[in-house]
T-cell receptor, first 115, second 113 residues
Framework: EAGVTQFPSHSVIEKGQTVTLRCDPI?????LYWYRRVMGKEIKFLLH????????ESGMPNNRFLAERTGGTYSTLKVQPAELEDSGVYFC?????????????FGPGTRLTVT | RKEVEQDPGPFNVPEGATVAFNCTYS??????FFWYRQDCRKEPKLLMS???SGNEDGRFTAQLNRASQYISLLIRDSKLSDSATYLC??????????????FGKGTKLSVIP
């Protein structure tokens, strides 16, 4: 069974540009999460989809970030316009159910560098 | 106060040593607890869940003390392949409709031949 995949693995863009990150969850997982780790900090929750609906976007830093999950399959996270402080590693995770005890499976991450 | 705090590390230990990691969390309503392992430039992977009764998986033993809001991980007979960053992770209901994972910064372990 394929795990969570993310694309691209790396992205280097200039301040002010737009970048779109993609996440394909494990097949059949309705729950999809985005997390981010900026340099020197811990991994932090951004948002949670259940199928195509945003269940919780309390961790989104500001309105420059837009996440979508049309059709309830893959998800995209767009940063527009990118700022220097957006640099970091963006992880996607998926889970069969949104329960405290359920494992979330992480993708390899997209390393974003904004110059 | 950080939500999840861990030993800053790094821990450099010889092969065969026993090493212990500690973690405290601030949200008393947290419901589930985990140790994740993250290799350099890789994704976090679940190492083990942590239960109040304590649980063991081979060389790894995890303990949870809810009263003290304290979690520990003990690795016995360290192997070179145990070298990684160990993340203490807590699952809590966000109040906004989902269970969120809250991560510690991680403790880096290097097992030396």
């Amino acid at each position: 069974e394929a795990g969570v995949t993310q694309f691209p693995s790396h992205s280097v863009i200039e301040k002010g540009q737009t970048v779109t990150l993609r996440c394909d969850p494990i097949s059949g997982h309705d729950n999809l999460y985005w997390y981010r780790r900026v340099m020197g900090k811990e991994i932090k929750f951004l948002l949670h989809f259940v199928k195509e609906s945003k269940q919780d976007e309390s961790g989104m830093p500001n309105n420059r970030f837009l996440a979508e999950r049309t059709g309830g399959t893959y998800s995209t996270l767009k940063v527009q316009p990118a700022e220097l402080e957006d640099s970091g590693v963006y992880f996607c995770a998926s889970s069969q159910a949104d329960r405290a005890s359920y494992e979330q499976y992480f993708g390899p991450g997209t390393r974003l560098t904004v110059t | 106060r950080k939500e999840v705090e861990q030993d800053p590390g790094p821990f450099n230990v010889p092969e065969g040593a026993t090493v212990a990691f500690n973690c405290t969390y601030s949200n008393s309503a947290s419901q589930s607890f985990f140790w994740y392992r993250q290799d350099c430039r890789k994704e976090p992977k679940l190492l083990m869940s942590v239960y109040s009764s304590g649980n063991e998986d081979g060389r790894f033993t995890a303990q949870l003390n809810r009263a003290s809001q304290y979690i520990s991980l003990l690795i016995r007979d360290s192997k070179l392949s145990d070298s990684a960053t160990y993340l203490c992770v807590v699952s809590s209901y966000s109040g906004a409709g989902s269970y969120q994972l809250t991560f510690g910064k991680g403790t880096k372990l290097s097992v030396i031949p």
